[in-house]
């Protein structure tokens, strides 16, 4: 071990011991083992690259048994791209859902992504804008394919720097239900469970306070990624007395204009 490397171990903080302050302690021992026994291993084979302990950039949290993911936003961008294949529209309109998810679908179906915050995107296939989803730019009725996920939880909290409106929310929804066309179809996902508001950061929605937002609509298909892996991944067709047993539950609702 190197006086730079035995230094920097020694830079570890003193403090009352802890679970969390003992794993990373653990953490950051092996990454420094791992260190020098690379370095030993590249000095035996054909040198590449120089290993430098200057160049180190330790990712602690990332040696687990099983690949990690975020359950709400993998299940619901599949939910909804699986949908999409089913209607195939002409033209998508998405507002303020993931830039994963309209990048990748615009290779597939045009896409028009509208955000609040401008974004500087370009692919072919696919058309950015902004939009105030409080205000959206569209005539009535005018909208046949309509996406916005994970989004109108957090219209009116100031989180993104849109203005303060306790209604914001309400507004949004009213919105998307405006500008959808007869015969079209809106994606909406939102947390779904016992209804609450986490300011600044997002609402949780009953299953039926969701519905009454929409009236007038139908709810063609219902989906939801519950609280525990042990309740199923996607769950199909999920039931209102299970959505509303969820905290944070992930609420996909398909709603349809007759």
């Known amino acids: 071990m190197t006086e730079t490397m ?28 791992d260190f020098i026994r690379f ?14 302990w200057r160049d180190r950039s330790p990712y602690l949290n990332d040696r687990t048994a099983t690949s990690v993911f975020d359950r709400h936003y993998v299940y619901h961008l599949a939910w909804a791209a699986r949908i999409l294949q089913e209607t195939a529209p002409a033209c998508h309109f998405d507002i303020s859902s993931s830039l994963h998810f309209c990048s990748m679908l615009s290779a597939f179906v045009p896409v028009r992504f509208y955000e609040y915050r401008p974004v500087d995107l370009g692919l072919s296939n696919l058309v950015t ?40 929310d309400a507004k949004a929804m009213a919105q998307l239900k405006r500008v959808l066309a007869p015969g079209g179809s809106l994606l909406f996902v939102v ?19 969701v519905l009454g937002a929409f009236e007038g609509l139908k ?32 609420g996909c609702y398909w709603f349809v204009r007759e």
């Open 6 to 33: 035995a230094s920097a171990i020694l830079r570890i903080p003193l403090v009352r011991p802890c679970a969390r302050t003992a794993r990373s302690m653990i953490r950051w021992g092996r990454f420094v083992a």
């Open 39 to 52: 370095r030993r291993l590249a000095r035996q084979s054909s040198v590449r690259f120089t290993v430098r």
């Open 129 to 168: 804008g902004p939009a105030d989803l409080t205000a959206l730019p569209f005539a009535d009725g005018s909208v046949q394919s309509l996406s916005c996920m994970h989004v109108v939880e957090h219209i009116g909290l100031g989180r993104y720097g849109d203005p303060l409106d306790p209604d914001g």
């Open 191 to 209: 947390p779904t469970g016992k209804p609450r508001l986490q300011f600044n950061a997002h609402r949780v929605y009953a299953y039926r306070q």
């Open 219 to 250: 709810l063609r298909r219902f989906a939801l990624v519950p609280d525990s892996p042990e309740d199923g991944g996607l769950v199909e067709d999920a039931t209102a007395a299970m959505a509303d047993r969820q905290v944070w539950g992930c």
